[in-house]
């Protein structure tokens, strides 16, 4: 089991060169710790317009020839080194953990990642079936030959047919395991049959048995169907995807493959995520100084928001706008919400009708809510550490990683127990006084407003609050537990793989 391993661990973004959600942390954490257990992991990952290549000192390392659907392109690989020495060592030797970046002008000279305000680009299957063969054909120009290929939803999810039906007599991939990890499974890439072709795949992948989905392909059952094993990213998740509405159509699939099929809860990197250290916030703090310094923060948020400097509770939200988030029991809880002394800060991007729903939010209580329509690493962090609480409402969550970041800035999270908050979220009991958080059951706005009285009670007795906030500020997610479970996973992946081939 001490064995070092070589890794290629392929995403399509990762922190902090580019990240739209919580994927971009795992792809930056997780190589991290198992970088520092010694493994030889390295990222491929595409090579964005807008990552800064020189802030990130980005290097050529090759180019060559590859070609799909008898056309050339030359693929040109880029590399940079992230440094993941632990923050307090950074004076020793530094270790490094290097990204590969698989460029091309055709794909990737975008604004977006995946889509533009039209909607997702037409050609993600084209894009990302080239980032996947380009990915795996530089192994032969870096000289590297992984004993695992650890794969990261639907934009990754061919590789394996590639290394198993493709690529099967290249011994460059002999001793190659892959796993593969379901990170959403809202999001499969599903495309018209038509992108067989962009694929460069042949017909035969068109059967339900492979690729077939309603007339369709999905390229994340390339994943399932095609890895030594597949996991995701949180027990409950695990086992609801495999029936009923979660499943999202592959539940099926999912529970014939339940036996090859794991769940590793997420971490997060203490280094990105610590409010001692944190650059973007008004006071730095840990558990035994928060009491006083916190408040900083809450003034330094109220007034970035333009709210009212009172000592009222403040609801926070750093959240995509998607149906997945609860947008619409927030929209319909907000009339009695509102009449709470409270005020409701909120930081997102996403779909349209979520947009116009806040700015009809923001006329009728611009006194007591204010929202940020970007990206933005800065206002989340003053949203992690100015909150008092923080709002996940998911009508589905894999893990998420927002609560964990709130739990270890002492803001206390507020969740609909689903998926990774259920494991990670135990609602606070008053007798006992266990627990980090807030949770209730049922989907709706009536549970979602009860919850949040029932919390603000709390918040009102300050003895339990403060038990309350140590609880969650003392909670330990770091990736070290889970990147353990990871080694053990490959190892798994490794002996199947040996017995197939
Ligand atoms: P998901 O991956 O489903 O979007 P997660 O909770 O797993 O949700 O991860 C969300 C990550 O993205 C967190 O690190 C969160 O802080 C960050 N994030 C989401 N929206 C924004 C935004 N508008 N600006 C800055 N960071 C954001």
């Known amino acids: 089991m001490s064995e070092n391993l070589k890794i290629l661990f392929m995403s399509s973004e990762v922190h902090p060169l580019a990240k739209t959600g919580g994927l971009a942390d795992v792809s930056m954490a997780l190589p991290k710790a198992l970088r520092r257990q010694g493994h030889d992991v390295r990222i491929a990952m595409p090579c964005y317009k807008t990552i800064d290549r020189s802030k990130f000192d980005v290097q050529y390392v090759t180019d060559f020839p590859l070609k799909t659907n008898n056309f050339t392109h030359t693929c040109v690989i880029r590399k940079t080194e992230i440094n993941c020495q632990p923050a307090k060592k950074r004076a020793k030797t530094p270790v490094k953990l290097p990204i590969y970046l698989i460029d091309s002008y055709e794909y990737f000279d975008r604004e977006g990642l995946y889509n533009d305000a039209a909607g997702d680009y037409?050609?993600?299957?084209?894009?990302?079936?080239?980032?996947?063969?380009?990915?795996?054909?530089?192994?032969?120009?870096?000289?590297?030959?992984?004993?695992?290929?650890?794969?990261?939803?639907?934009?990754?999810?061919?590789?394996?047919?590639?290394?198993?039906?493709?690529?099967?007599?290249?011994?460059?991939f002999k001793n190659a395991a892959s796993v593969f990890t379901i990170h959403n499974l809202q999001y499969q890439g599903v495309f018209d049959m038509q992108a067989l072709v962009d694929l460069d795949l042949t017909w035969q992948y068109y059967s339900p048995e492979y690729l077939e989905y309603y007339g369709k392909i999905n390229l994340m059952k390339a994943g399932i169907i095609f890895s030594d094993v597949i996991n995701t990213v949180s027990e409950t998740y695990a086992s609801e995807i495999q029936n009923g509405s979660l499943g999202m159509g592959l539940e099926g699939l999912l529970s014939t493959k339940k036996n090859d099929l794991y769940a590793i809860t997420n971490g997060i990197d203490y280094d990105e995520w610590n409010p001692e250290t944190d650059p973007n916030i008004a006071e730095n703090y840990c558990v035994k100084t928060y009491a006083q310094k916190k408040i900083a923060c809450k003034r330094d948020l109220q007034k970035a928001c333009n709210l009212p400097q009172k000592d009222v509770p403040i609801i926070g939200m750093v959240s995509r706008l998607a149906d997945q988030k609860g947008l619409d029991i927030i929209e319909r809880a907000m009339p009695e919400l509102m009449k709470l002394d409270v005020q409701f800060v909120l930081l997102g991007t996403g779909e349209q009708r979520y947009i116009e729903m806040l700015y009809h939010f923001l006329k009728l209580y611009p006194e007591k809510c204010a929202f940020f329509l970007k990206f933005d690493a800065f206002v989340a962090s003053k949203i992690y550490a100015g909150s008092d609480f923080f709002l996940m409402p998911s009508k589905f969550e894999p893990c998420g990683t927002s609560q964990l970041i709130s739990l270890k800035y002492g803001t206390i999270p507020i969740v609909r127990a689903t998926g990774g908050l259920a494991d990670t979220i135990s609602a606070f009991d008053t007798r006992t006084q266990q627990g980090n958080g807030f949770s209730f059951a049922d989907y709706n706005e009536t549970t979602l407003l009860k919850c949040i009285e029932h919390a603000l009670v709390i918040y009102q007795n300050k003895q339990m609050w403060n038990v309350l906030v140590k609880n969650a500020m003392q909670c330990d997610f770091s990736w070290e537990a889970s990147a353990d479970k990871y080694v053990a996973l490959y190892h798994k992946a490794m002996q199947k793989h040996k017995l197939k081939y």
């Not at 990754?156 to 198993?164: C, D, R």
């Open 122 to 172: 037409i050609d993600n299957a084209r894009r990302f079936g080239y980032f996947c063969r380009a990915a795996l054909e530089m192994l032969h120009k870096i000289d590297f030959e992984p004993d695992v290929i650890h794969l990261n939803d639907w934009q990754t999810a061919i590789s394996s047919l590639l290394i198993k039906r493709v690529y099967n007599d290249d011994k460059i």
